[in-house]
């Protein structure tokens, strides 16, 4: 019923930026706390950042001050600006969206496929 969907994902080098792009689509009554999470090889996946619908936010120690998380309840679309980006940000970014398909469900979340960003040094 809920699609997420990323893109922006690409090559960069250290210090520079990158936008990150989630769209979540399909059928569902609300779409709730969206955020991002990354995974490089060999290790667990992580908080990026998490946003509320009132436009809380939370982040990762690590991303924290170079990061910025936003969001487009019109379009059901979540962003992740981030600036100075070193090589310990290369990773699998992936999108997370907390739905509820009916009034009368429970929220669900869903996820993305990921999109590769690599920091080069």
């Known amino acids: 019923q809920v699609q997420v969907v990323e893109s922006g994902g690409g090559l960069v080098q250290a210090g520079g930026s990158l936008r990150l792009s989630c769209a979540a689509s399909g059928r569902f009554f609300s779409l709730n706390v969206m955020g991002w999470y990354r995974q490089a090889p060999g290790k667990q996946r992580e908080l990026v950042a998490t946003i509320t619908n009132g436009g809380s936010t939370n982040y990762g120690d690590s991303v924290k001050g170079r990061f910025t998380i936003s969001r487009d309840n019109v379009k059901n679309t979540v962003y992740l600006q981030m600036n100075s980006l070193k090589p310990e940000d290369t990773a699998v970014y992936y999108c997370?969206?907390?739905?509820?398909?009916?009034?009368?469900?429970?929220?669900?979340?869903?996820w993305g496929q990921g999109t590769q960003v690599t920091v080069s040094s």
């Open positions: 997370n969206a907390q739905a509820r398909i009916t009034l009368y469900s429970a929220s669900v979340l869903y």
